[in-house]
């Protein structure tokens, strides 16, 4: 890289888009987490799960719950009744 970034950029940067993956997700519900999970290798739930992991590792406790509304933007099971197409898939 010509111009490296500082590390204490690259942790704000890498939030940044973080917040945007997020967002994204946020915006397109016709993406289903399993078309995501066969596509990708990883879905709404597993960015929650990495969410959680993350802060537990610093020491803030987050329920499974709460980390999903992180991601989701509202509670997981009113995003499922609202945008979740067909019946429930387990991940492979």
């Given at each position: 890289?010509?111009?490296?970034?500082?590390?204490?950029?690259?942790?704000?940067?890498?939030?940044?888009?973080?917040?945007?993956?997020v967002?994204?997700l946020?915006?397109?519900?016709?993406?289903?987490?399993?078309?995501?999970?066969?596509?990708?290798?990883?879905?709404?739930?597993?960015?929650?799960?990495?969410?959680?992991?993350?802060?537990?590792?610093r020491?803030?406790?987050?329920?499974?719950p709460?980390?999903?509304?992180?991601?989701?933007?509202?509670?997981?099971?009113?995003?499922?009744e609202?945008?979740?197409?067909?019946?429930?898939?387990?991940?492979?």
């Amino acid at each position: 890289m010509t111009n490296p970034i500082p590390e204490s950029d690259r942790t704000e940067i890498e939030a940044a888009a973080f917040r945007r993956l997020v967002e994204h997700l946020r915006q397109n519900t016709d993406v289903q987490n399993i078309d995501m999970m066969n596509l990708a290798g990883f879905c709404r739930n597993c960015l929650s799960k990495w969410y959680r992991a993350e802060a537990q590792e610093r020491g803030f406790e987050l329920s499974d719950p709460d980390a999903r509304e992180e991601i989701y933007g509202m509670p997981y099971e009113q995003w499922k009744e609202k945008y979740q197409i067909g019946p429930k898939q387990d991940h492979k």
